[in-house]
């Protein structure tokens, strides 16, 4: 199966700094690239997906960029708020995929 | 939008009662839906697969007699968890996905904590 790892564990920002998480995978199959949001209490939320055949994708303060042949993937926020604290996953996969998540990273941005 | 229901958010049980989570999908079909557990400040942990129709695919070292799922149509997955106990206490929430989609779109619900005192 997929062997699926994020860092940093912990991520502590002021608010407006930018932030990036890493999603490192062992399948190179893997063609579908997702990060989740998980808030306290709450199921995790789809944030943004790219797939294979896209090396970036942006939708406002957020971005995933995809290294295929180093197989990781990361999650770009810029201009933190408060609101972007959270709890978040990667979740790489294939065709007939399973959401697999990583450990999680912590996001913590500071007023 | 693709939208999940988990009911309830909380329970609360006595040790050797039984528990059920329904986990709807409000706005589609879904033929298979997942349920994940997930520990304090850990990550979810796939529990089994919910197949419309059919028994659930289990994943391994999860109980099957523990934790019982039907999927009895196309828009309700039910999980119980049977003679509940203590370290059963944990967030579970359901997955689900269009039926027969190709494009890996999952919506999860917003989870139940259970706690078995």
């Known amino acids: 199966g997929e062997n699926v790892e994020q860092h940093p564990s912990t991520l502590s920002v002021q608010e407006g700094d930018s932030a990036v998480i890493k999603c490192t995978y062992s399948?190179?199959?893997?063609?579908?690239f997702p990060w989740y949001k998980q808030e306290l209490g709450k199921g995790p939320q789809l944030i943004i997906d790219i797939r294979s055949n896209v090396g970036e994708k942006k939708d406002q303060r957020i971005a995933v960029t995809l290294n295929k042949t180093a197989k990781h993937f990361s999650l770009h926020i810029t201009e933190t708020q408060p609101e972007d604290s959270a709890v978040y996953f990667c979740?790489?996969?294939?065709?007939?995929?399973?959401?697999?998540f990583g450990r999680g990273t912590s996001l913590i941005v500071h007023p | 939008g693709a939208v999940v229901s988990q009911h309830p958010s909380r329970v609360i049980c006595k040790s050797g009662t039984s528990v059920k989570i329904e986990c709807r999908s409000l706005?589609?079909?879904?033929?298979?839906m997942f349920w994940y557990r997930q520990f304090p400040k850990q990550s979810l942990m796939l529990m089994a697969t919910?197949?419309?129709?059919?028994?659930?695919?289990?994943e391994q070292g999860v109980e099957k007699d523990k934790f019982l799922i039907n999927h009895a149509s196309l828009t309700l997955s039910t999980l119980t968890v049977t003679s509940a106990h203590p370290e059963d206490s944990s967030f579970y929430i359901c997955?689900?996905?269009?039926?027969?989609?190709?494009?890996?779109?999952?919506?999860f619900g917003s989870g139940t904590r259970l706690t078995v005192v």
């Open positions: 997955s689900a996905s269009l039926a027969g989609a190709l494009n890996y779109g999952y919506t």
């Open positions: 706005d589609f079909q879904a033929t298979t």
């Open positions: 979740a790489p996969g294939k065709d007939g995929y399973i959401p697999t």
């Open positions: 919910s197949n419309e129709g059919s028994k659930a695919t289990y």
């Open positions: 399948d190179s199959a893997s063609n579908y």
